[in-house]
């Protein structure tokens, strides 16, 4: 019971702290909503192509808010030597981490949905399978939320984390089929999609919003839970080797 109290005590502070701030919350809106009129407005072909392009704004809303608020949030705490009294707290390593980046997953979360809702204005989602979506949104989120926090615990300054965030975010864009399908790709480049978690996401939602998925519901949701594991290993092991001496 205390191990539990510890941790829903560091998922609120962390809310608290970080993502309930105005700036954050307000900035929380604002992105996702700024990636919907980009796409749903500058797309040229009216609001037939809202639907088509519903899963690919979802995707880039929660990997985008995950890695850039986890980057920071980390970073800044292990730079300011809080992240070393949290270390005290008794509760497992494993608990701790997944406390921490709790908060930086609900906000996904929350971002995911804020296109949904624009979208629901202008075209009809009734036939929609919100369990299914709400499920790869979660997974998407906690593989985004991993991968930030893979990002965070191997550098050392905030800046750092945000110009290596870049460098998985962007190539996600064009290689993981958000806005242009893997099969129009050149040949080259395609082994690259399946290597990155956010490709199965957005199948996911592909094949819910538009029947336009490529892989089995099941194959999706297996290969990012694999995902999510290894990247949660990759992320311990780098703090037991780096932070922990």
């Known amino acids: 019971m205390k191990t539990w109290i510890a941790f829903w005590s560091i998922v609120q502070k962390d809310m608290q702290v970080y993502y309930l701030k105005p700036p954050n919350i307000s900035w929380g809106i604002i992105f996702p909503i700024a990636w919907t009129g980009m796409f749903f407005i500058k797309s040229g072909s009216g609001l037939d192509s809202i639907r088509m392009l519903l899963p690919g704004v979802m995707a880039i809303s929660i990997l985008f808010g995950t890695t850039s608020l986890l980057s920071v949030t980390v970073t800044f705490e292990k730079k300011n030597r809080?992240?070393?009294?949290?270390?005290?707290?008794?509760?497992?390593?494993?608990?701790?981490?997944?406390?921490?980046?709790?908060?930086?997953?609900?906000?996904?979360?929350?971002?995911?949905?804020?296109?949904?809702?624009?979208?629901?204005?202008?075209?009809?989602?009734?036939?929609?399978?919100?369990?299914?979506?709400?499920?790869?949104?979660?997974f998407i989120a906690i593989a985004s939320t991993f991968l930030g926090l893979f990002i965070a615990v191997t550098v050392s300054e905030v800046f750092e984390a945000q110009t290596f965030s870049n460098?998985?975010?962007?190539?996600?864009?064009f290689l993981c089929g958000l806005f242009f399908p893997i099969a129009s790709l050149p040949v080259i480049l395609r082994p690259l999609s399946f290597i990155l978690p956010l490709t199965y996401g957005v199948d996911i939602l592909k094949g819910e919003i538009n029947q336009l998925n490529i892989l089995p519901l099941g194959i999706n949701y297996l290969i990012l839970i694999v995902f999510c594991f290894l990247l949660f290993l990759a992320s311990l092991r780098s703090i037991k080797k780096k932070w922990i001496l």
Do not use: C, H, Q
């Not at 494993?94 to 709790?102: D, V, Y």
């Open 82 to 138: 809080s992240f070393d009294r949290l270390l005290l707290a008794p509760i497992p390593l494993e608990l701790l981490m997944l406390a921490k980046t709790g908060g930086a997953i609900f906000f996904g979360i929350a971002n995911a949905f804020v296109p949904v809702i624009l979208a629901s204005f202008f075209t009809n989602l009734s036939n929609v399978n919100w369990a299914i979506v709400f499920l790869a949104t979660l």
């Open 167 to 173: 460098f998985f975010r962007f190539p996600m864009i």
